[in-house]
């Protein structure tokens, strides 16, 4: 491998590795997907929701059978293709709202957390451990701008330049092939990490709450 090639790498892994963590979560269960109990809220939902929550989950059951690079493009090519961008005041008349992977799917629309909401837990449904996925909050460069941003990384090994999983970006590609992007802080059921960069893009503490909401919600709908 070009030496250029390797620095860049080991910027990467420096950039995408976290300093501190902030809190763990013992209040999150270990994951438990149960896909009768997604369809049949899917179905209590509309024909609508069930359709979509049909194709979800026999998207997850091909992909549990698959490698896990693999399972990372079909998922992620899964949500690029149902969901179409929409900030969360267009679709829930509110600033802020995180939505579970049904609820996208039933609106076909989410913003860039709901991307990464939708695969994070669809991947953890196809046997992924979560200890190697990490919702990560960014700064965007984009058309000259400085822009919040969340992703979702996925470590194939603790300390490992992850790859990353984007609505902005149609394949999953290295961090190290992501220089658009900086990692402020990162966080999973498991636990909430700080990074290098400035908190710009969010108060992590504040973001507690709503993923303990979120992961109430997605544990009602089966999905853990």
């Not at 059978?65 to 998922?75: G, N, S, V």
């Not at 949500?79 to 992977?101: E, S």
């Not at 966080?187 to 709503?210: C, H, I, K, Y």
Request: hydrophobic share 45%.
């Amino acid at each position: 491998m070009p030496t250029s090639i390797v620095h860049v790498a080991t910027v990467a892994r420096l950039r995408w590795g976290w300093l501190a963590v902030l809190a763990l979560l013992p209040w999150v269960a270990a994951a438990a997907y149960d896909a009768a109990r997604v369809l049949d809220v899917a179905t209590q939902r509309g024909p609508r929701v069930a359709e979509q929550a049909q194709a979800l989950v026999q998207q997850i059951e091909r992909s549990s059978t698959h490698e896990e690079a693999q399972r990372l493009k079909e998922i992620n090519d899964f949500f690029n293709r149902r969901l179409a961008f929409r900030d969360d005041a267009l679709t829930w008349g509110v600033p802020d709202y995180w939505a579970t992977p049904l609820e996208s799917l039933e609106k076909r629309a989410g913003d860039c957390e709901d991307y990464a909401i939708g695969k994070y837990f669809s991947l953890a449904a196809t046997g992924v451990p979560t200890t190697r996925l990490r919702m990560v909050y960014v700064r965007a460069r984009q058309q000259g701008q400085s822009l919040a941003h969340m992703v979702l990384a996925y470590y194939p090994q603790p300390g490992a330049e992850p790859l990353i999983l984007d609505n902005l970006r149609p394949d999953v590609l290295p961090a190290s092939q992501r220089p658009d992007l900086t990692p402020v802080f990162s966080f999973n059921t498991e636990g909430l990490w700080q990074g290098a960069g400035a908190v710009t893009a969010g108060d992590p503490m504040a973001r507690l709450s709503l993923w303990r909401e979120l992961v109430a919600k997605v544990r009602a709908e089966g999905f853990i």
